[in-house]
């Protein structure tokens, strides 16, 4: 139960960030604080005998609420330094390596057990936002720049088009479930049609005069990064779901 409140909370958090651009930052905290205290407080009330777990996982959360917001900040100032930028991008494999733990303190040390429903809402939350926001930051550490306001270089300014937003977060929860229906063949196919589906673009940018090959790796590393966080949530959910 503690890595899947955990992965609950940070989920929350991250959604509930999505609208600082219309709401002020105070309301955005004020909102945040709130989910922090309902999760603590439910998780004392309601799981047996791990009531703890509530306020471990909304400690977590707050460290990598308050880590984003360092750097949405710098940002916005346009000062942001190298410091806060590494910080920001290792914040996501520190956040990886913790909920690991987690599950192994899980299935290894405590007994109790986690309710299906909120187990698959827990995943499929996280591997939205929180999935965008963790390859973004493995992106980051593989090299890719980012503009003054945030926007990865090469993007099209301006753009209304925000399809990896929507067909990543799919296809991390698709993936997911096929691995715990044990669909192997079709998570390679699935694979295989990304690659497919991406090649015109990588192949037209490694035949401009200037090219660096950045799209290939960009396309390799950021599919690599989320395909493993969809492999993790799978495992998760397999090894959870037979202890239930």
Known sequence: MLVILTILAVAGT??????HPRVS????????????LVLTVAAAFWVRPEGWAGAVAALVALAWYFIGERRDERLHEQRET???AELYAWSAVGLVVLLAGLAWIDIALLSGTVPTGLMWLALALFLTQSGNRITRCVLLLSGRELGADGVPAGAVPGSRLKGG???GPLERIFITVLIVFEAYHIVAALMAAKGIVRFPEISAEAKRDD??????????VGSLASWGLAGGAGL????LSVQA
């Not at 991250?14 to 609208?19: E, K, T």
């Not at 660096?212 to 390799?220: I, R, S, Y």
């Not at 998760?236 to 090894?239: E, G, K, M, P, S």
Request: no cysteine.
């Open 82 to 84: 190298g410091i806060i």
């Open 211 to 220: 090219a660096t090959g950045t799209k290939a790796e960009e396309f390799l």
């Open 14 to 19: 991250d959604l509930i960030g999505l609208a």
């Open 165 to 167: 937003r929507v067909i």
């Open 25 to 36: 930052t105070q309301t955005v905290r004020y909102i945040q604080l709130a989910w922090w």
């Open 236 to 239: 998760l959910a397999a090894i």
